[in-house]
C-alpha cells in the first residue's frame, strides 16, 4: 500500500450527475466542457478536510458512465482529455490526489468490439473478448446470447480468460495513470476472477508502484480477495451496513459485532471505509432520527480505514436509491455552480465533518486502529480505538434519557458533549445526554 494513504481522506463525486450532464450520450456528440465545474469545488474540498477527490467514470459511456463506449476517451458529455489535463492540475495545485472509476468487469453494448460481434458475427475480431452462445440456424443479423453483469442487458460482461482483455485493461490503467491519475476504484471486482486482477495489477504495479487500487466488494472474503489480487483494499459495506442498521434498530450490539470483524480485516489490510457513496441511499435519509447523523460520522471517523465522503452528505443532503430505471437519480443530483451557493441549513453538518477529520489529522494512528469494547447495550456503547498514547474512546448513547457510563483513563473530550468525572484515572465515569455522543482523548 502507497504510504501516502495512510493520511487519505476521499471526497467522492459522481462526475455526470454532478455536473448536469445529458442522462445519454449522442454519437458524435461534440465535447461539452463541463469538467471544469468542478474547480470551485477543489478550495471547498480542502476546507473540508479532504486530501483526495474520488471520481467516479468520467470515460466515455451511454448512459450513467458504467457502460463505457472508450476507456481511452473522456465522456464528451463531460468535455475532453484537455478538460481532465486541468482538473489534475487543479487538483494537485491544491494537494488533493485523484482516483478514478474503473469500470472492467463489463462494457456497454456500443463498445465498439462488442457492435462489430452484433454485425460480423462469431468472426468478429475480437469476438473472444466476450461470453457468447450463438443460436443454431443463425441468420445474418442474429444476436448471440451473453453474460451480462447481474441481469443487465446493456452491460456486456468481459471474458476475462481471454489475455487479450487483460493486455487491454492494464493499457487503461496505465494510460490514465501516466496522464496524472493516482489510483483506482475498480468498479464491480467481486465479480471478476482474481486470478485476473492478479495479472493485470502486476503489470501496472511494475509502472506504478505508488498507485492506490480499492475494489468494489459488497460481501464475501474480504482479506482473501486483497491477498488473491494484489489490491489495496476493498470496500467495507459490512461496516457501511452495521452502522446505520444499529442506530436504526438501537442496537448497538450490532455495531460491536462489525468492529470485531472489522479489527480482523486491518490485521490483513486497510479497507474503504464509508456511510455514503454514489449507489446506496444517503446516509441522512437512511438513519431514522436525524440525531443520529453525528453518531455515524463519529465512528467513520475513528474506526480504522480510509474514509470517504460521498459529496453532498456533508451538507447532509438526501436522497433515496431505488431499484428501478432512474432509481439512482436522486442519489446523484447536480450541485450549484459552486459552494456559495449551497442551503445554509447544511453548514452545521460540514462543521461537523471539519471537526471530526481535524481529529484524525491529530491522530493519524487511527488509519489502522483496532477498536476495543469497553462498555456495550442495545443503546449504548464505549469503544477504545488505537492503543498507547494517542489512544481515543468513542461513547454513544441513542436513548431517550441521559447515561452514564465508564470512561476509563480518558483525559478530555475532543468532540462531542460530555461530562467527564475524574478524568486520567482509571475509575473515570461520563455522563452523556440523551442521544449523545462524545469522542475523549486518554
Known amino acids: 500500500m502507497p504510504a501516502w494513504i495512510e493520511h487519505a481522506v ?34 471547498y474540498a480542502v476546507e473540508l478536510g479532504a486530501s483526495g477527490l474520488a471520481l467516479g467514470p468520467v470515460c466515455s459511456a451511454s448512459t450513467h458512465g458504467y457502460d463505457t463506449v472508450d476507456h481511452f476517451r473522456i ?52 469476438a473472444s473478448w466476450f461470453k457468447l452462445s450463438w443460436p443454431r440456424g443463425r441468420t445474418p443479423g442474429t444476436e448471440p446470447d451473453y453474460h451480462c453483469f447481474e441481469g443487465h442487458r446493456q452491460l456486456v460482461t468481459l471474458n ?6 487483460a493486455d487491454y485493461v492494464a493499457r487503461v490503467m496505465e494510460h490514465w495513470l501516466e496522464r496524472g491519475a493516482d489510483g483506482w476504484r475498480l468498479d464491480a471486482a467481486y465479480a471478476v476472477p482474481r486470478r485476473f486482477w492478479a495479472e493485470v495489477l502486476g503489470r501496472v504495479r511494475a509502472a506504478h508502484p505508488d498507485a492506490y487500487v480499492v475494489g468494489e466488494v459488497i460481501h464475501g472474503d474480504y482479506a482473501g480477495i486483497v491477498a488473491e489480487t ?75 480505514g480510509t474514509p470517504s465522503i460521498y459529496a453532498g452528505d456533508e451538507q447532509a443532503f438526501r436522497g433515496v436509491k431505488e431499484h428501478r430505471a432512474g432509481g439512482d437519480d436522486a442519489i446523484r443530483p447536480a450541485f450549484p455552480a459552486s459552494p456559495v451557493d449551497l442551503a445554509p441549513e447544511g453548514r452545521p453538518v460540514f462543521r461537523l465533518h471539519q471537526a471530526l477529520i481535524g481529529l484524525r489529522r491529530r491522530h493519524p494512528r487511527l488509519h489502522r486502529a483496532r477498536a476495543k469494547k469497553i462498555h456495550l447495550a442495545n443503546e449504548q456503547a464505549v469503544f477504545g ?28 473530550v475532543e468532540a462531542g458533549e460530555a461530562e467527564l468525572r475524574a478524568g486520567g484515572s482509571a475509575a473515570a465515569r461520563l455522563t452523556l445526554p440523551a442521544h449523545g455522543w462524545a469522542i475523549l482523548s486518554v
Open 385 to 412: 480505538f488505537g492503543t498507547g498514547e494517542g489512544r481515543l474512546l468513542l461513547a454513544l448513547n441513542l436513548a431517550d434519557s441521559a447515561a452514564d457510563l465508564p470512561a476509563p483513563d480518558a483525559r478530555a
Open 160 to 165: 476475462h480468460d481471454e489475455p487479450q482483455v
Open 10 to 43: 476521499w471526497w467522492q463525486v459522481f462526475p455526470l450527475g454532478f455536473v448536469g450532464a445529458e442522462p445519454e450520450g449522442r454519437p458524435g456528440l461534440a465535447p461539452v466542457h463541463r469538467l471544469g465545474q468542478l474547480h470551485p469545488w477543489l478550495d
Open 75 to 126: 465522456d464528451p458529455r463531460l468535455g475532453d482529455e484537455a478538460d481532465f489535463d486541468a482538473l489534475i492540475a487543479a487538483a494537485r495545485a491544491r494537494g488533493l490526489r485523484v482516483l478514478l472509476d474503473g469500470v472492467f468487469n463489463h462494457v456497454g453494448r456500443d463498445f465498439p468490439a462488442f457492435a462489430r460481434v452484433l454485425h460480423e458475427g462469431p468472426q468478429a475480431p475480437k
Open 230 to 304: 494484489g489490491m489495496d483494499a476493498v470496500t467495507q459495506y459490512e461496516l457501511w451496513k452495521a452502522v446505520w442498521s444499529a442506530l436504526n434498530d438501537r442496537n448497538l450490539h450490532e455495531l460491536a459485532h462489525a468492529l470485531e470483524r472489522h479489527n480482523g480485516f486491518l490485521d490483513a489490510f486497510v479497507p474503504l471505509t464509508f456511510v455514503g457513496n454514489h449507489d446506496v441511499t444517503r446516509i441522512a435519509s437512511q438513519l431514522k432520527d436525524e440525531r443520529h447523523l453525528p453518531h455515524a460520522l463519529a465512528v467513520l471517523f475513528t474506526c480504522g
